[in-house]
């Protein structure tokens, strides 16, 4: 009852705690990492993401057919009249994929490791569904060969 109570409480009243935000860097941060390190021990091709993945990957490339998911931009993710597209899609998966639209870390350049210039925040399916095409379309197929698995830090 006490959390009901709260939530009724107008947004203004509350503010972003510095902690959160930290818990939240620190765990999109890991998945990266985890991620990534996958992409370096297995070939990409084989690699499952979800239950979902052909699915996921075929309405993908249904919607985003000229998407080249290689590189791409934040304009292309993120500017008003992309959100326009991607948001139906997103939306589409909010009962069938686990924490759909939890912020995720993705790659712009399939190319490279993950940087600060070279990632940005995205809704997880659209996190997935672009890292599925990556894998399939082989767009990640030289990481294992350029890059090798890391050891993860430790949490304390």
């Known amino acids: 009852m006490a959390a009901a109570s709260v939530l009724e409480r107008p947004g203004e009243e509350f503010v972003n705690d510095n902690m959160i935000e930290e818990l939240w860097a620190m765990k999109a941060f890991e998945h990266a990492e985890i991620y990534f390190n996958l992409l370096s021990s297995v070939d990409p091709k084989v690699l499952r993401l979800t239950k979902l993945d052909d699915q996921l990957y075929k309405h993908f490339r249904e ?17 008003a009249q992309a959100k326009e597209c991607w948001r139906p899609f997103c939306d589409s998966y909010k009962d069938n994929v686990e924490d759909f639209n939890y912020a995720t870390l993705i ?47 430790t949490r304390s």
């Open 63 to 79: 919607t985003f057919p000229d998407l080249n998911v290689a590189s791409v931009t934040e304009d292309q993710l993120k500017s």
């Open 107 to 153: 790659r712009l350049d399939s190319s490279k490791e993950y940087s600060e210039a070279n990632s940005i925040i995205v809704p997880r399916v659209q996190f997935l569904a672009i890292e599925l095409a990556r894998n399939k379309e082989g767009h990640n197929d030289l990481i294992r060969s350029n890059f090798k698995p890391k050891k993860l830090a």
